[in-house]
């Protein structure tokens, strides 16, 4: 016969069945769970919001940022997935380029703001040619 020695440890006792020593009723509010209804946002809202924004100034698109500070979403994963499914499912928003935050444009304004983009794009470049001209006088001189 073997000798086993069983050490008890501190856990066995909280795996037993204690009676509440209560005379007070405790109400049911406490053992249940809470649980807050879905609320589903249209997507017209969201599309509101980022015209408002693209409308102040074009170049800013709407982020998770703008969800999650007007209340609409209540995290910031929650405001990227309601981001992406009205870009690609829905079709209401559209990306220019991956940014870190992305940004997203209201498809109702995408003329508009191609527009403004190839006129900066423009501007850019006449810049840029007229400072790599002078440069090159310069350097000849």
């Excluded at 795996?15 to 807050?36: D, H, K, L, W, Y």
Aim: proline share 3%; charged share 25%; hydrophobic share 30%.
């Amino acid at each position: 016969m073997q000798n086993r020695l069983r050490i008890q440890s501190p856990l066995d006792k909280s795996r037993t069945n204690v009676r509440i020593a209560s005379e007070r009723n405790v109400p049911i509010v406490q053992f249940v769970q809470g649980r807050r209804h879905r609320g589903y946002v249209r997507s017209e809202r969201i599309e509101e919001i980022a015209i408002e924004k693209c409308r102040q100034n074009w170049r800013d698109g709407i982020t998770f940022n703008d969800l999650t500070s007007s209340g609409i979403a209540g995290s910031k994963e929650q405001a990227q997935r309601m981001l992406k499914y009205s870009c690609h499912k829905q079709k209401n928003l559209f990306t220019m380029s991956n940014r870190k935050p992305q940004l997203y444009y209201p498809n109702r304004l995408r003329g508009h703001i191609l527009e403004n983009i190839k006129k900066i794009q423009q501007y850019h470049k006449q810049i840029h040619i007229v400072t790599n001209a002078t440069y090159k006088l310069i350097s000849q001189s």
